[in-house]
């Protein structure tokens, strides 16, 4: 966000009872600094104080309800129609029965001129949908409503989730000019998780390393422990526990590395010495690794295109392990396949990794693990995507009033799984202040 300067905190907003600077600054401190929403008043009072600055500070409503509704006014302004647009879709989901269809998009000839991997600001919010169902028919019926505001997209770039494929299917019955690009990382993730799972020695190798975790973890070897693995995208991380393990075959091998550490040699023989039977195998792992990432550094930069193939096979590291030349093979097959939705030298989307970023600091920022639900807070993400400036704050809050964001939460949210406890504990208090019944004896 553009700096704010001392001007801006003279400077009113129309309806508001605190200065453009004020309300700017807060939004930057959670914006840009990742401030919680509950803590960044607080912040911004003390960089205002050090500034010898004084001014009224808001409460961390009053900074839940800028944010929200400059999300909001990103997700309902006009937007250029063109036939150059680009979507990317994916679903968030939370506790209680509704998920949210969020799509984004750059035109081609925005992209053409940056040249660059996707950030957070190159992206526009295009729709926000949360349903209590979704499925093909679902998803294509939100998918025609958002052409609406781009008009018909050139492509969508997405997961292979079955409702989102199934929905955009059918838009593309309908509108054959739309190409579907398939995400780089969540291929990558399915033939990884195909080689790896026919492969015993990953099987042991995850057990063992799961089981070195358990007995190290309360003790002075505590240090050497692996990563933890989440469950969900285990195969997307597989990295993290080849990279620890070619760390560790260092340190069995360095004992200066031992003893700069302040362990015994002979400790940390006896707990993590079985790692050198896994050596070839992690040797394997990393060359096909690097030909996951190789591809996926190609896709993020270049896109999907006429050359793409052969451009990639020229990038692409040359393998000396059967399962490394096979899964390079696919990759290659795989590119092929994109790439002939191309026309002439156009380059389409080939990763969806932007939007998956800003799904993930939106829930950071919101505080939002999982245990609330799906609330109005989505409307954030449109504060999280494209380039805010001073001037886009004052022209959201002045267009976009406060009963708006309320509307759009009635509209679309209904009870929440937050509503519906404050139901429980109002029904609960009403139960407990029932006056205790005498019971007549005889």
Known sequence: MTAVTAEDLQTPIARQQFSLGVVAGSLATVLEVGTPLRRAPAVEAMAWQRGGIETRQPSSYSVRLWLLRLGLYHLTRPLEQADDWMWIADHTLQLGDRKCLIIVGIRQSAWDVRDLVLSHEDVTLIDLVPVTESNGKVVHRQLE?????????????????????????????????????????????????????????????????????????????????????????????????TDWATRSLAVLDSRKVIKAAGLKRSRVEAKLGWLRKFSPQVRRWEEMLAVVGAAEHYIRHQGIHAAAEDELAAALPKPTTPAAKRLRKDLL???????????????????????????????????????????????????????????????ALTETPTHHVWNWCHTHLGPTVQSVRGKIRQALRAEQKRPTLLLETG
């Open 145 to 241: 409503a958002a052409t609406a505001r781009t008009g018909v997209p050139r492509s969508i770039t997405t997961d292979a989730g079955s409702d989102l494929h199934c929905g955009i299917e059918r838009f593309r019955r309908r509108h054959r000019s739309t190409a579907w690009t398939y995400d780089v990382k969540h291929k990558t993730a399915c033939l990884l998780k195909h080689a790896l799972l026919s492969d015993a020695s990953w099987q042991r190798f995850v057990e063992r390393v799961h089981r070195f975790k358990q007995q190290v973890s309360q003790t002075d070897l505590a240090g050497l422990a692996p990563p933890s693995q989440r469950s969900k995208a285990r195969y997307m991380n597989v990295d993290a526990l």
């Open 333 to 395: 097959s795989f590119v092929r396949q994109q790439a002939a939705q191309a026309r002439g030298d156009e380059r389409l989307l080939g990763s969806s990794e932007v939007l998956e970023s800003i799904i993930g600091k939106f829930k950071h920022v919101a505080g939002e693990r999982g245990d609330h639900g799906l609330t109005g807070m989505v409307l954030s993400i449109g504060a999280h995507v494209g380039k805010q400036t001073v001037a886009t704050v004052e022209t």
